[in-house]
């Protein structure tokens, strides 16, 4: 089955500059790489996803690449704000596998102010 | 409109007893998955429901773990005779359905705590 790999698991920036968390997968065919955020006691909540015909995706100040040939993706956040700290979650998805998505172990980032 | 929700947020159970938690998706979503979450860690496969098919269950951890959903909505999983290694939050997401980038939307969880 898919194995996710993430790191680091902790992480900490000053507030401005940027954060990066990486992820490997085992399943070549795996197609869907989502990303997850998770506050404090709350839910995890989806962020940004990419699929596997593209190479990276942006939203406002986060953004994720997929190089699908050393099967890795990675989550990039610029000009980080306090609010960004929590817990982030890669995951991946093995195409005609609809059952589950199979999480990293999380990054705990904290931004300081 | 109404997220996916769950109860009870938290549950407190001897060792041995068992324990049913309850999950309501949203409303539509054809698939339903049981995540497990211990202290500090990631999220852990348990089973998923699609529709009318037969569910998944290749992530439950013991015969002590089942999960049934009625009606194609609500799910509830049960834990017979829990142990403290099953104290964790137990999470339920639901979904659109077999599609190739269906977002899974996560119920706030149940605090489970095996005495």
């Known amino acids: 089955g898919e194995n996710v790999e993430q790191h680091p698991s902790t992480l900490s920036v000053q507030e401005g500059d940027s954060a990066v968390i990486k992820c490997t997968y085992s399943d070549s065919a795996s197609n869907y790489f989502p990303w997850y955020k998770q506050e404090l006691g709350k839910r995890p909540q989806l962020i940004i996803d990419?699929?596997?015909?593209?190479g990276e995706k942006k939203d406002q100040r986060i953004a994720v690449t997929l190089n699908k040939t050393a099967k890795h993706f990675s989550l990039h956040i610029t000009e980080t704000q306090p609010e960004d700290s929590a817990v982030y979650f890669c995951a991946a998805r093995t195409s005609g596998s609809a059952r589950q998505l199979t999480f990293g172990s999380g990054t705990q980032l904290t931004v300081l102010p | 409109g109404a997220g996916v929700s769950q109860s009870p947020s938290n549950k407190v159970t001897e060792k041995g007893k068992d324990v049913e938690l309850r999950c309501d998706p949203i409303?539509?979503?054809?698939?339903l998955y049981w995540y497990r979450q211990s202290l500090g860690q990631g999220l852990e496969f348990l089973i998923y429901?699609?529709?009318?098919?037969?569910?998944?269950k290749s992530g439950l951890p013991s015969d002590r773990f089942s999960a049934e959903r009625t009606g194609g909505s609500v799910s509830t999983l049960t834990i017979q005779r829990t142990q403290q290694e099953d104290s964790a939050v137990y999470l339920c997401?639901?979904?659109?359905?077999?599609?190739?980038?269906?977002?899974?939307?996560f119920g706030p969880g149940t605090r489970l705590t095996v005495l």
């Open positions: 409303s539509g979503h054809t698939a």
């Open positions: 990419i699929r596997s015909n593209v």
């Open positions: 429901f699609q529709g009318n098919s037969a569910p998944d």
């Open positions: 997401a639901s979904s659109l359905g077999f599609s190739g980038g269906s977002e899974q939307f």
